[in-house]
Structures are given as C-alpha cells and as structure tokens.
C-alpha cells in the first residue's frame, strides 16, 4: 500500500528513458539552482539553505514519493512561514518545526488523509496563493530598486511604508540588472527552451557586475561565501516543552506542505496521464522534512514549476528527480563558491517573476465574476494572506467555506405539506403514482415531505413546518423519498416531533426511506423509538398500513 513509485517504475526500465529522465534531471536541477538560493534568502535564512533542502529533500521525494515526476525542494509558498517563524523563533526553532511538520505528514499519510487537497475549495487555494505571491513581490522591492536601507518589517503595510521613505537611495544599477532578469526569465523561451532564462540571467548579470565591478550587492557582500558541502547531519532535540511551543507553525507548515505537494502531483497527473499515490506523497514529504532539518535545510514541498520542467523535457519517472537532485550537489562541490557572485538584484528579479506565476491573476480575476460565496472566500483568504497571517486564513477560510456551504445546502432542503390536490409542478415527474398515493389518503392525514439532506441545518425547518398544522390530524405522514442523507441532528429533530405527536395523540409514520438513511437512523434508535411497524420503505405501503389497520 506505501510502496513508492520508484520501484514500480523500474519494472521494465529502458536506456532510452534513462536517457530522457537524465536529461530532465540534469535540466530540473540547473534550473531549481537559483530558486533554491533566493527561495532561502526571500526566507530570511543565508542562501546554501536552500541548496541543502534542495539537494535532501529533492531526492527523498523523488526516491520514495508517490508520484514519477514530482520535483521536489524549497517553494515561493513557504516564504511567508519561514520569514515569520524565523523572526519569532530564529532558524533553529524553524529547524525544530520543520522536524516536527516531517513527523506530522507522515502521520497524515500513514492515516490515509491524502485526499484532503479535494476538500479544499479552489477561491480558498487561489486566495492565499495569490496573496503569498503578492507578499513575494512586496519583500523583494528592497533588493530590486537596490534601496539602501535596514531590515525591512515583516508586516506588509509597515514594509511599504519604509520602502517609500527610501526611495530616494534607488540603484539605477540594481534597477537595470532586476529589469534584464525578469525580461530574459520571461521571454528568453521563446529563443529555445532547453536553456533557462533564469540562468541565462543569472550567468550574464553575474559576469557583468563582476567585470564592471558595478556598485550593487551579491550574495558574497551580504552572506559571505557558500559552503561547497553538505553539512554533518544534526538532529534537533525535542522535548514536551519545545514541542508545545512550536506546534502551530509546525501544524503550518505540515498544512501548506501537504497541500502543495498534492496540488503539485495532481497537475502532474494531467500532465503524464499518471496516477499518484497520495498517501505515499504525504509520507515521503515527512521523511523530506525530517531529513532537510536534520541537515540544515528549510520546508520542503513539490514544486509545480520545476516538476512541470521535469515533464517538459521527458521526465517520466522518479529517477529524473533523483538526478535533479545529485545535479545540485555537483554544481555545489564543485562550482557553489561562484554563486556567491550573483546580484541579489538578480534574484530579485527571478523572484518577481516566481510571484507573478504564482498570482494566477487571471483565474482570481474569473472568480470574482462567480457566485457570492466563491468571491467572499477568496478575497478574505487573500486579505488575511496578506495582512494577517497565512494560518489564520486558511483557519477562516476552511471556517467560512463550511458555513456557506451549509447556507447553500439549507436552500436545497425543503419541508412541506403535501396536498390531496396538488399542480403538475408539486406533483414532479412520477404525476400517475404520486397523484394516485394521495387520493387513496383516508381521512385524517396528513402528508409532510422532505426534500434534500435532512442535516443540522435543515432541521430547524422541519421543526417550523410541523408547527402550522392548526387541527391535530389522526396520523402524520413524513415522507423521506428525496432525503440522501441524514445527520445527528435530523434523527433528534424527528424523535422530538415524535414525542410532540404521542403528547397529542397523533400517529408518526416515517415512509420512502432511502436504505443509506434507514441505516442512520437504525444506528441511533430512531426506528426502535418510533417502532419498526411504523417505518415504510414506501409510501403505498404506509398507505396500505393505515387502511388495513383504521385509526382511531
């Protein structure tokens, strides 16, 4: 049941795909090179962060993940949590809640959760990814404009507020070099696509500032120099009390890893025709985490983007996410100490464009021409992403979507009485066997029918109707044909109705039963309460009962 796709994959492995995961491999990883780099520094952590969790956690999640193509490594959706938690708890406190965040995605995988990602709704996805890619934006305006200036706030509107009581220190130097990244990273493509703008980018502004010695910050002037290894592995020590106190951005991280990841896997799906393993996927990200805190790294998730390349230049199966990630430690042990000469400019302007991808303007801007419901999820998502805090919007989000969902399903549930003499409309598309079920009605009956769930929303309803009966007829009918599904609180509506009833005398008869809805109430001693003989599973035999058995 947990066994990874690559060794599923292997069976029947052939040197021609060999060739074509290498070279996608050897692709991905040039590729996530510069990512990995700013993805740290956007973090708050120094560069070789994200060169560590690239090179750990990229070949654990492809080693033992549930998806062929999945690439692995540090992602623009983590920036936000890690800034944060590294500015309350500092950078081994991340490394204790990214351990933790391992260890609780394992537990979600090995508890089969790994369909949560369809019980997300998609203005809820769309609205905190766009607000992560705006909050993107907005932390790199510093290193883009080359604004002179001291640590830039965490809160989004206090950081704008410093940024405009500096702009008279821009760079037109960084300026320049953040304007060529961002136009080779997008439109260097359409020249060929077996080399990427990013790097294209990254190599000419590297070689221009270091020939010209332009006056703009690298990674050399701001971190110093990147180590050319991977560091001894270290495991955090945990105790009840750290525990306690790192569990929130812990659960957060967990949250948002589980989500990309899945999110990630099902894109690639549609892209190969595939067919994750997502409780897999989930157990795989835990070990990625645990593995990159334990060498030094930040939270790793699957990165859309990179295993979109992966498929794109013949990726087809985890191997090509291994060689994605034995590509980075190459490119580390051997060339890592010329990356420190990259203008941080330069990667401002990568991350700009990582945020400009990530804005999905264009679907956020079909949803607000959607129903209510959907543009209120999203723009609250969106407004607390940015302005408050990612974990709070998601809670309120999860919150809200349930609460108008709810809202939506009491407009499908209905309770109402059903008449001897009905219009074609009442009647529905079954006229004959309907319209002759009600003329065979003896006298002193009445019929109330339920349509739709029959939850604790709807229940009230119920309640409500049964309440203008004026003469208190002989037996109540409560018809269930169109009922799907009924809660706790439909089953207790029901039993105090029928206590109601028994008060005044008045036969309660339940009739049309769905077998899943009997099931329910068979569970909770409803049908023991009211009596077996008094429960039908159709209205002509309910009717039959009556006749054969006259009421009093």
């Known amino acids: 049941m947990f066994k990874p796709k690559l060794f599923t994959t292997l069976k029947g ?27 740290a520094i956007a973090s708050g952590v120094s ?37 944060g938690i590294v500015q309350q708890y500092g950078v081994e406190g991340l490394t204790i809640a990214t351990f933790i965040a391992g260890v609780m995605l394992m537990m979600m995988g090995f ?95 590297t ?18 120099s990147i180590p050319s290894m991977l560091p001894m592995p270290h495991i955090p020590l945990l105790d009840l009390a750290t525990i306690r106190h790192l569990i929130k951005p812990a659960f957060t991280i967990a949250l948002l890893g589980g989500i990309e ?54 990726g087809r199966t985890p191997i090509a996410g291994i060689i994605h990630a034995l590509t980075l430690l190459v490119i580390m042990l051997f060339v890592g100490k010329y990356a420190a000469l990259i203008p941080m400019a330069c990667l401002a302007g990568i991350l700009v464009v990582v945020a400009y991808n990530m804005s999905e303007y264009e679907t956020f801007l079909g949803l607000l021409r959607g129903p209510k419901s959907d543009i209120a999820i999203l723009v609250i998502t969106f407004g607390l992403t940015v302005l408050v805090d990612l974990t709070v919007a998601i ?4 919150v809200l979507s349930s609460f108008l969902f709810m809202r939506n399903m009491m407009k499908l549930s209905n309770v109402a009485i059903m008449r001897k003499e009905m219009n074609d409309e009442e009647i529905g598309e079954n006229y004959d066997r309907r319209n002759s079920e009600m003329r065979s009605l003896p006298k002193g009956v009445e019929v109330f029918e339920i349509e739709g769930p029959f939850f604790f929303g709807a229940a009230y309803k119920f309640k409500d109707a049964i309440k203008v ?55 909770m001693d409803l049908i023991e309460k009211i009596g077996p003989e008094n429960v039908f599973d159709s209205m002509t035999e309910a009717i039959k009962s009556i006749n054969e058995n006259p009421l009093a």
């Open 47 to 83: 560069p070789e962060k994200g060169l560590f969790t690239a090179i750990v956690a990229g070949f654990v999640i492809s080693a033992l993940g549930g998806s062929r193509v999945q690439i692995g490594g540090p992602t623009g959706a983590f920036i936000v949590i890690v800034y």
């Open 469 to 523: 009966i004026e003469t208190p007829p002989k037996a109540l009918i409560v018809r269930m044909e169109h009922v799907p599904f009924i809660d706790a609180s439909g089953v207790h509506a029901i039993k105090e109705v029928y206590k109601e009833c028994s008060m005044r005398k008045i036969k309660l008869i339940l009739a049309d039963i769905q077998p899943a809805v009997r099931a329910n109430m068979e569970k």
């Open 261 to 314: 990841s899945l999110l990630s896997a099902v894109v690639a799906d549609g892209m190969i025709g595939g067919n994750h393993k997502s409780n897999v996927e989930l157990v795989a990200q835990g070990l990625a985490n645990m593995a990159s805190s334990i060498f030094g790294g930040i939270p790793a998730t699957g990165a859309i983007a990179r295993t979109a390349t992966n498929v794109k230049n013949g």
């Open 395 to 398: 809670e309120i989000g999860l």
């Open 207 to 224: 070689v221009a500032v270091t020939v010209f010695k332009l006056p703009v910050e690298t990674i050399a002037s701001k971190f110093g």
């Open 111 to 205: 508890a089969r959760l790994g369909s949560i990602i369809k019980f997300i709704p998609h203005p809820l996805i769309v609205g905190f990814t766009s607000g992560i890619a705006l909050i993107i934006f907005s932390s790199q305006v510093k290193d883009f404009f080359g604004l002179q200036m001291g640590a830039v706030p965490a809160d989004f509107i206090d950081k704008w507020v410093a940024y405009a009581g500096h702009l008279t220190s821009v760079n037109p130097y960084a300026i320049v070099i953040g304007v060529a990244t961002v136009i080779l990273t997008l439109f260097f493509g359409k020249i060929t696509h077996r080399v990427p703008g990013s790097l294209v980018a990254i190599l000419l502004c």
């Open 13 to 39: 492995y052939t040197r021609a795909q060999f060739v074509s995961d290498a070279t996608a491999g050897v692709i991905v990883g040039i590729v996530a090179l510069p990512l990995a780099i700013a993805f």
